[in-house]
Each structure stands twice: as structure tokens, then as C-alpha cells.
């Protein structure tokens, strides 16, 4: 996924927020479900929901006002009940931000279920 940087993600000094880098990774890891082949709203009519458990996030460096960012998501299935979303932020290649977003499934009572084995990211 690309993004530019607009007025509206940055602070006074012109650099990227920081908690707006959560929303690039949410972005992130929604394009990359769907990429999949099914929406998120599909999976979550058929009863899955996938919500945050854990975050751990390195800022490296700014992203600034007007810069052309990609977010980067590779997932990994951790257990049945837990998956791992490796993200970064890239601006031409040199990591800014990178973490891991550790997921797990839930089903419609808020109780925790497996991963669908039709998710393959």
C-alpha cells in the first residue's frame, strides 16, 4: 500500500504523528486480508473477527509532510487462535517504522475461535 503525507497526519513540526502509523498499519493489514481474495466484511458475516491482541511498534525515522510512504505486511499464523502481522513503513526503501501486530479470532459471542483455513495471506 502507498500513501502520501498529508497536513492532517502530521504535528507541528511537520513529521508524522505517531499513533497515525497505527493507522497505516490497520490499512495495511486490511488490504493484505483482502488481497486474499475475501473482504474483511465477509469473513466477519461469516463469523470471524480479527482484533488487535498486541502491538510492538520501532520508530526509526520521520515520515514528513508530503513524503510517498508504502506500508509493507507479511502475516504469519502463530497458533490456531493467534496470528503475527510483520509491518513496516518504507519511504524508497528505507525502513521508517516497523513492528508486529499479533491478532487473534474471534467468533460473533466475543470467544475466541481458529484462524479460517481460507485465510491465506
Request: hydrophobic fraction near 40%; proline fraction near 2%; aromatic fraction near 14%.
Amino acid at each position: 500500500m502507498s500513501y502520501r503525507i498529508y497536513y492532517e497526519d502530521t504535528d507541528a513540526l511537520g513529521v508524522v504523528y505517531y499513533a497515525n502509523y497505527f493507522k497505516y498499519f490497520e490499512r495495511g493489514r486490511t488490504e493484505a486480508i483482502e488481497a486474499s481474495g475475501r473482504s474483511i466484511a465477509d469473513w466477519n458475516r461469516e463469523g470471524y473477527l480479527f482484533v488487535v491482541h498486541s502491538v510492538a511498534t520501532t520508530f526509526k525515522r520521520p515520515a514528513l509532510l508530503g513524503d510517498q510512504i508504502d506500508v509493507v505486511s507479511t502475516f504469519s499464523l502463530m497458533s490456531p487462535y493467534r496470528g503475527r502481522f510483520a509491518q513496516r513503513v518504507e519511504r524508497g526503501g528505507e525502513v521508517l517504522v516497523d513492528g508486529t501486530v499479533d491478532c487473534v479470532c474471534l467468533d460473533v459471542h466475543q470467544q475466541l475461535r481458529e484462524f479460517p483455513s481460507g485465510l491465506v495471506l
